[in-house]
């Protein structure tokens, strides 16, 4: 059976353009370039992201201090109070109780404040440095032509990324770009 020339014709012209657009796809394919950055890390091995932690870790240590201490003279308050409820009359000894309750009022006041205040502090510092975080990273993908930089994710995030070749963790170029810009 032969196939008439302009059955042919026409496949051939499919055939073409079929290639064309595959040709094309792959050309579009190669000019788009997928990056991974770890932004945890680059808070925690960048110069900036190092020193912002170990000040927020000082602000904690401080503020723990003070709650141990607040803690150790309600113990202190406890111990005497044991102490004297034989030696006082029972009105006494409800102002004595009422008193200790409310130091113990005031010591999880102290200690809900100082927590609500480091979640306000920790937020506040994730956000700063996010924002310097993806300008470095904007930075790096512009001169690198990547037209997507993804956030890798870790253990304590949600891990967006399952798998990724060497050649796109931007990770390293980012904690560089971030130390240059934020000294």
């Known amino acids: 059976m032969r196939i ?27 000019a788009f ?11 925690e091995k960048s110069k900036a ?26 113990r202190n308050y406890e111990k005497q109070l044991k102490d004297q409820l034989a030696k006082l009359s ?15 009022q005031d010591y999880q006041k102290r200690a809900q404040e100082f927590n609500q205040e480091l979640q306000g502090k920790q937020k506040e510092l994730v956000d700063d440095y996010m924002k310097r975080i993806a300008s470095a990273t904007q930075t790096v993908a512009e001169k690198g032509g990547f037209s997507i930089v993804v956030d890798r994710g870790s253990e304590q995030t949600v891990k967006i990324v ?15 770009e971030f130390d240059r810009t934020n000294k």
């Open 4 to 30: 008439p020339v302009v059955q042919t014709l026409v496949a051939s012209a499919f055939f073409s353009l079929l290639l064309g657009s595959l040709s094309t796809t792959v050309q579009a394919a190669d």
């Open 33 to 43: 370039k997928m990056g991974v950055v770890d932004p945890q890390m680059v808070l």
């Open 49 to 74: 992201g190092k020193k912002a932690l170990e000040g927020l870790k000082e602000y904690v240590s401080t503020r723990q201090k003070l709650l141990s201490r607040d803690e150790e003279e309600l």
């Open 90 to 104: 029972e009105a006494e000894k409800k102002d004595k109780e009422t008193q200790f309750r409310a130091r113990i």
């Open 162 to 176: 399952i798998y990724n070749k060497d050649t796109v963790e931007l990770t390293d170029q980012v904690i560089k």
